[in-house]
T-cell receptor
Framework: DAGITQSPRHKVTETGTPVTLRCHQT?????MYWYRQDPGHGLRLIHY???????DKGEVSDGYSVSRSKTEDFLLTLESATSSQTSVYFC??????????????FGPGTRLTVT | SQQGEEDPQALSIQEGENATMNCSYK?????LQWYRQNSGRGLVHLIL?????REKHSGRLRVTLDTSKKSSSLLITASRAADTASYFC???????????FGGGTRVLVKP
């Protein structure tokens, strides 16, 4: 998985608790992304980062925050988990190319269940 | 909302047959990419086609792009059981490095 790890790989938590998911890369890629994957919705972008301390929202950012203090780590936090955030979360990385062309490399995913 | 919509949603074929899936999108793009996802795994990049390209090949994969119709197709020739997976198209705009993914096509290749 191109030097990308996600932790934890599985987590069950209760509604209202905070949860932090970690993405770690060893590729020194500038861009990092958090997606969620749900049946019938494909992959939807939550937040992404284009450099250390530089982040922006995706299409489903409500209820999520992110932080990137180092090139290699991108954290996704659910401040107060809800059942609608039960999903599989994927981290991805990419290195910008000329003309905005870049493939993304994905981590193995984190399966989060909010009860 | 999804930029890309794949068709069909599911496809079942015999080993050795070709598999074709299509992707339609709504707005102008800089590039279109195809990814594969095996069950329980992350996505793997297959091929990228630029907006000024019409066709691209990679091994048993052939991708076409018709920007006038805002559509792309992925052809897998001589399919194998190992090609069983979900396939996603993703579109990239001119600004930045964000991709918008479609809902995917589930392909089952029967031995």
């Amino acid at each position: 998985d191109a030097g990308i790890t996600q932790s934890p790989r599985h987590k069950v938590t209760e509604t209202g608790t905070p949860v932090t998911l970690r993405c770690h890369q060893t590729e020194n890629h500038r861009y990092m992304y958090w997606y969620r994957q749900d049946p019938g919705h494909g992959l939807r972008l939550i937040h992404y980062s284009y450099g250390v301390k530089d982040t922006d929202k995706g299409e489903v950012s409500d209820g999520y925050s992110v932080s990137r203090s180092k090139t290699e780590d991108f954290l996704l936090t659910l401040e107060s988990a809800t059942s609608s955030q039960t999903s599989v979360y994927f981290c991805a990385i990419s290195e910008p190319q000329k003309g905005g062309l870049a493939e993304q490399y994905f981590g193995p995913g984190t399966r989060l269940t909010v009860t | 909302s999804q930029q890309g919509e794949e068709d069909p949603q599911a496809l079942s074929i015999q080993e050795g047959e070709n598999a074709t899936m299509n992707c339609s999108y709504k707005t102008s793009i800089n590039n279109l990419q195809w990814y594969r996802q095996n069950s329980g795994r992350g996505l793997v990049h297959l091929i990228l086609i630029r907006s000024n390209e019409r066709e691209k090949h990679s091994g048993r994969l052939r991708v076409t792009l018709d920007t006038s119709k805002k559509s792309s197709s992925l052809l897998i020739t001589a399919s194998r059981a190992a090609d069983t997976a979900s396939y996603f198209c993703a579109t990239g705009g001119a600004a930045g490095n964000k991709l918008t993914f479609g809902g995917g096509t589930r392909v089952l290749v029967k031995p």
